[in-house]
Nanobody, 117 residues
Framework: VQLVESGGGLVQAGGSLRLSCVAS????????MGWYRQAPGKQRELVAA????????DYASSVKGRFTISRDNAKNTIVLQMNNLKPEDTAVYYC???????????WGQGTQVTVSS
């Protein structure tokens, strides 16, 4: 599985960005999908995740109410809608695919999100 992110950029605090991740292959629907981020000098952290069927969602407490994750299995795509962005959201955002059943995990190359104050 190859994951390709897009949609990062520079935005002012209070603004919005929409990140997309497109996956290659025919087995997209077996993977739980997530967005992680890593700021300079910090560990990579989970931002949001969605189960393989799309019914279960999980968010970091710092982004609840501001970010929304969704997936479209027909298009092999997940989207992270980020609203009311804050400077502390500045990081490289990574798309992740994970299957516990098949013991597989994949990462995208990352996309930079910068929020200016």
């Amino acid at each position: 599985v190859q994951l390709v992110e897009s949609g990062g950029g520079l935005v002012q605090a209070g603004g919005s960005l929409r990140l997309s991740c497109v996956a290659s292959g025919r087995t997209f629907s077996i993977y739980a999908m997530g967005w992680y981020r890593q700021a300079p000098g910090k560990q990579r952290e989970l931002v949001a995740a969605v189960s393989n069927g799309g019914g279960d969602l999980d968010y970091a407490s710092s982004v609840k109410g501001r970010f929304t994750i969704s997936r479209d299995n027909a298009k092999n795509t997940i989207v992270l809608q980020m609203n009311n962005l804050k400077p502390e959201d500045t990081a490289v955002y990574y798309c992740n695919a994970y299957s516990a059943s098949y013991h597989r995990q994949y990462w995208g190359q990352g996309t930079q999100v910068t929020v200016s104050s």
